[in-house]
């Protein structure tokens, strides 16, 4: 078996030699088509079916469905590096996105740290790269040149085993990931915002749990931890439309419905 370091140089190459596609759609030219990326361009909150209490405020950039899907696997599980860039962007778009649904003049003001969630150690060894920290990056550099001023902060590591989790239940899922997740850093922080970064958000359960880890010895009564991911599975963003319905507030089990993201930053809306 091809190791993590071959199989990169690999998919190097393979860009070199091969016609470029769209990862969305498979049409050839750019790495996203313009269409494909438009997927990715309108904020929605992601709120799954059933919240698990403490889920974090979290904007997705998109709907994990249709191109985006087929986007996001090139990236995570075919190690396609180049997405990195679309995709981080679309990650640059729900932090901004999830920044500006925090009440208060000066919330674009502040400092926004973004966390990346630690990938597991059978993770990492299997892909080679942490992929969710090359999404990161792509997005601080993002919402910089934007002049947001954004680091990244990597505060959380993982602590203990964790079972696969596929073909869990909500509840399995949170048993499983209990504990998971252990803050780093333990001084406390100014004002900044820390705003949790992943791939992709489905039942919502390694969101609440790392934002749980993150909370844990600060003080109440702040703005909670925020979360953004690139793509939100359709069942968790069914009760968003894109621009709509996200507000933060202080209490942490009444952040999902509410107010409008309309000084979202990014591109103009069609409708
Ligand atoms: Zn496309």
């Known amino acids: 078996m091809a190791s993590p370091r071959l199989r990169g140089v690999g998919a190097v190459l393979a860009d070199l030699v091969l016609p470029r596609t769209c990862a969305g759609c498979g049409i050839p030219g750019a790495v996203l088509c313009s269409p494909c990326a438009r997927h990715l361009a309108r904020p929605l909150p992601a709120a799954p079916r059933r919240v698990p209490w403490g889920f974090p405020p979290t904007a997705a950039a998109g709907r994990y469905a249709g191109p985006v899907r087929p986007a996001v696997l090139e990236f995570k599980e075919r190690g396609r590096a180049e997405l990195a860039r679309p995709l981080g962007a679309a990650l640059a ?54 002049g947001l001023p954004a680091a990244e902060a990597r505060l959380l590591r993982r602590r203990g085993q964790v079972r696969d989790s596929a073909g869990m239940s909500v509840a399995q899922r949170r048993a499983n990931l209990a504990g998971t997740f252990q803050r780093v850093d333990t001084r406390p922080l100014p004002e900044a915002l820390l705003v949790l970064v992943d791939d992709v958000v489905t039942t919502g359960a390694t969101l609440t749990e790392a934002a749980a880890a993150l909370e844990a010895g600060r003080p109440a009564g702040g703005t909670p931890v925020l979360a953004a991911v690139v793509a939100a599975t359709p069942r968790t963003a069914r009760g968003g439309r894109p621009g709509v319905h996200l507000q933060v507030v202080p209490k942490r089990s009444e952040n999902v419905r509410g107010a409008s993201l309309d000084r979202l930053s990014g591109p103009p809306r069609r409708d």
């Open 93 to 146: 778009l729900a932090v901004a996105a999830v920044v500006s649904a925090v009440p208060g003049p000066l919330a674009s003001h502040r400092p926004v740290l973004l966390v990346p969630v630690p990938s597991s150690r059978a993770e990492l060894r299997s892909r080679g790269r942490d992929h969710v920290r090359e999404l990161t990056g792509r997005a601080v550099a993002e919402l910089r040149a934007a």
